[in-house]
Each structure stands twice: as structure tokens, then as C-alpha cells.
């Protein structure tokens, strides 16, 4: 009897990645049936010590030892994201466990999170010397986040299926592939500011995308632009999206008002 030999599989190599700051994205629904029985005074007392948790973290973002930026959310998926920026993962987990203790988070249910750290691929090169000591991939990978009127999130995954399996294309492949992608990227230079989170290990997906821009419509062009790009229609997966509006800290009171 004769055995069927079959082509040993080949172990592509990994592109490399330059990591920054480590981010949470942190979800949460108002709970505004709970809220409402909450007395007036209370209820601007408790946004006042939100209001001061606030102001800790723009001292911190003064001092560029991170970022950080709320916006509501549009639609039933939540109502407020807060993303936060750290040096570490020790970092974020105290800003978190701060949230937490917070009297006005008794009344913001958790719906959905996401972990991950600033991630810049290597596709293209990282250029002569040490890239950590360049400053334009410094600003990249420690962003202090703009203060855009809109936020999109999502996460999403590079596919493994059979026939379109991204982890099995050879180097060369994937660097032509991502070139085209980026060139669709760039041409939304000034429109839109992205922020990539590299989560493999870290969290579900792959990676966590933060788009940040004036005019909401330029979320729906790009995304849209990119399904038609291989790496998108072929081996793109991708989970819910969230959109949203700046809040500022001084709006929360007329925000929370009843």
C-alpha cells in the first residue's frame, strides 16, 4: 500500500512590529434608570469628582507620559468610550482600577473593552539606526491623541482560512500586498488619523483600530474604499464598530443632566 506524501509546510517569516505605548478602550452604558432616582446635588457632586479623575489625566498627557480621550458612543452598542494611553500595562490597569472606584461608574455598565499597544508593522522598513530614536516613529507609537469631533473603533483579524491564509504567504507577498493597502491609507492623509493596536495575546482580535476625524463621513469612504484592496477583501475580518462625538470635560454636567 502506498502513503500519499505530502509537501512539508513551509514557515513563513514574521514581519516585525515597533510597539508603544500600551492602550484600553473602555466601553460603557449609562445607566439612566438608576441615575434618575439619584438626587440632583449627588448626581453634580459625582460629576464633579469624574470631572477631577479627568483633569489627572490631561496632567499626565501635559507631561506626554500618555493619552487619553472620551467620546459618547452612537447606537445601543454603549454610550461613552474613555481610551487611555500608558507606558505599561501596570500603568493602565491603575488608571482602570481609579475609573472603577469612581462614584459615577456604579452608574456606567461595562459593555465592552479592548486591549492592546501602539503598533507600527515593518513592511516597509524601519529606516537606519534605531527606530525608537527617530522622531517621526516616536510620535507615532507614543501619540498624544487629537481632539477630533468624531472617534470610529474596531477591531479585526487577518484571516486563516484554507486558500486565504495570510500567515502563509511568503514575506514578499505580504509586502506588496500591504504597500497597495497603505497607499489607500495615505491618500487619507489630513482627513483621518489612525491609531493601530497591535492585541494578538492580548485580547480577542488581532488588532484594535482607532480612526479619529472632523467629518464622520471619511469613516464610511475609507473602510469602504479598502474592502475593494486585497488585503481587506480577501483576508480581512472584522468585528463590531463603534462611532462616536467628542466629550469634552466641561459638557459632562449638561451631559449627565436629568
Known amino acids: 500500500m502506498q502513503h500519499q506524501s505530502s509537501e512539508p509546510t513551509v514557515t513563513q517569516q514574521a514581519a516585525e512590529t515597533l510597539d508603544g505605548w ?15 432616582q439619584v438626587e440632583a446635588t449627588v448626581r453634580t457632586k459625582m460629576v464633579h469628582e469624574f470631572q477631577a479623575f479627568l483633569s489627572e489625566l490631561t496632567q499626565v498627557e501635559e507631561q506626554k507620559e500618555g493619552s487619553h480621550a472620551l467620546y459618547t458612543i452612537i447606537g445601543q452598542k454603549a454610550d461613552l468610550v474613555l481610551m487611555v494611553l500608558r507606558p505599561t500595562m501596570e500603568d493602565i490597569q491603575a488608571v482602570e482600577v481609579k475609573m472603577q472606584k469612581l462614584d459615577l461608574y456604579d452608574y456606567l455598565i461595562p459593555t465592552y473593552s479592548y486591549v492592546s499597544v501602539v503598533e507600527l508593522g515593518t513592511y516597509r522598513g524601519s529606516g537606519e539606526g534605531n527606530p525608537y530614536e527617530n522622531p517621526y516613529v516616536r510620535d507615532r507609537l507614543y501619540p498624544i491623541l487629537p481632539k477630533s469631533k468624531h472617534i470610529c473603533f474596531y477591531p479585526m483579524s487577518k484571516s486563516r482560512r484554507d486558500g486565504d491564509n495570510w500567515y502563509t504567504l511568503s514575506m514578499e507577498k505580504r509586502k506588496e500586498l500591504m504597500y497597495r493597502h497603505g497607499m489607500i491609507g495615505r491618500s487619507y492623509a489630513g482627513k483621518i488619523q489612525q491609531i493601530i493596536g497591535g492585541s494578538t495575546g492580548f485580547d480577542d482580535w488581532e488588532w484594535g483600530v ?49
Not at 452604558?29 to 434618575?36: A, E, N, P, Y
Not at 462611532?243 to 459638557?251: F, H, M, P, Y
Open 210 to 258: 482607532t480612526l479619529f476625524a472632523n467629518d464622520i463621513l471619511q469613516f464610511k469612504k475609507i473602510v469602504y474604499e479598502m474592502r475593494f484592496d486585497e488585503v481587506s477583501a480577501k483576508y480581512g475580518e472584522f468585528g463590531e464598530f463603534f462611532i462616536g462625538n467628542r466629550l469634552e470635560s466641561d459638557e459632562l454636567e449638561a451631559h449627565f443632566a436629568l
Open 22 to 36: 500600551y492602550t484600553f478602550h473602555d466601553f460603557r452604558r449609562i445607566d439612566w434608570t438608576r441615575l434618575k
